[in-house]
């Protein structure tokens, strides 16, 4: 069964910092591209970052490009979030996601998502 | 980026009956177009990929249409579990989603 369980969200101030982790189990990590996803409170889905299964292509949103920063263990079947400079409009849940394999972009797995709360 | 243009922006209709649900993209993306499920509290669920691919374990009322800039969601005959939120989302440049249709059972 493939799992995807995020940790590290909770209350930040403005500015502060957050990372993210998901581990990821179920199916071969190293394999697959993978994204987060985050969506605010009573809001729809934004694309926030992806990576490829290789690490050598990194993509970023324009509203999180220069403050967020996306890297993977494959060693540790892990995908990491680094979340600097927060602001409230970054306040969200934030779903890390697989892509389907051979595919950039297409999810066919997410996880329960972890809720990052940015505020004073 | 890509606009994604989804309506109508909520969809009630009673159990059996059929639901169409729109997607318009402001430019082609030929047929990278995707639908995801999503339900109260929980994360969204693939439903169609690449505009007409049913995924695993859809269920057959659920279909996909469209290519270029327009696009279809149907379910031929609506259950009450299919109460959600529906969104679209193009792949064919940096992933953008549409705003979504909610989708109630009478």
């Known amino acids: 069964e493939v799992l995807l369980v995020e940790s590290g969200g909770g209350l930040v101030q403005p500015g502060g910092s957050l990372r993210l982790s998901c581990t990821a189990s179920?199916?071969?990590?190293?394999?697959?591209?993978m994204n987060w996803v985050r969506q605010a409170p009573g809001k729809g889905l934004e694309w926030v970052s992806s990576?490829?299964?290789?690490?050598?292509?990194?993509y970023y949103a324009d509203s999180v490009k220069g403050r967020f920063s996306i890297s993977r263990d494959n060693a540790k079947n892990s995908l990491y979030l680094q979340m600097n400079s927060l602001r409230g409009e970054d306040t969200a849940v934030y779903y890390c996601?697989?892509?389907?394999?051979?595919?950039?972009?297409?999810?066919?797995?997410w996880g329960q998502g972890s809720l990052v709360t940015v505020s004073s | 980026d890509i606009v994604l243009t989804q309506s109508p922006a909520t969809l009630s209709l009673s159990p059996g009956e059929r639901a169409t649900l729109s997607c318009r993209a402001s430019?082609?993306?030929?047929?990278?177009l995707v639908w995801y499920q999503q339900k109260p509290g929980q994360a969204p669920r693939l439903l169609i990929s690449?505009?007409?691919n049913r995924a695993t374990g859809i269920p057959a009322r659920f279909s996909g249409s469209g290519s270029g800039t327009d696009f279809t969601l149907t379910i031929s005959s609506l259950e009450p579990e299919d109460s959600a939120f529906y969104y679209c989302?193009?792949?064919?440049?940096?992933?953008?989603f549409g705003q979504g249709t909610k989708v109630e059972i009478k």
């Open positions: 430019q082609s993306v030929s047929t990278y």
């Open positions: 990576i490829s299964s290789n690490n050598k292509s990194i």
């Open positions: 179920g199916f071969p990590f190293s394999n697959y591209n």
């Open positions: 989302q193009q792949r064919n440049s940096w992933p953008t």
């Open positions: 996601a697989r892509d389907d394999e051979m595919q950039f972009w297409l999810i066919d797995y």
């Open positions: 690449d505009a007409s």
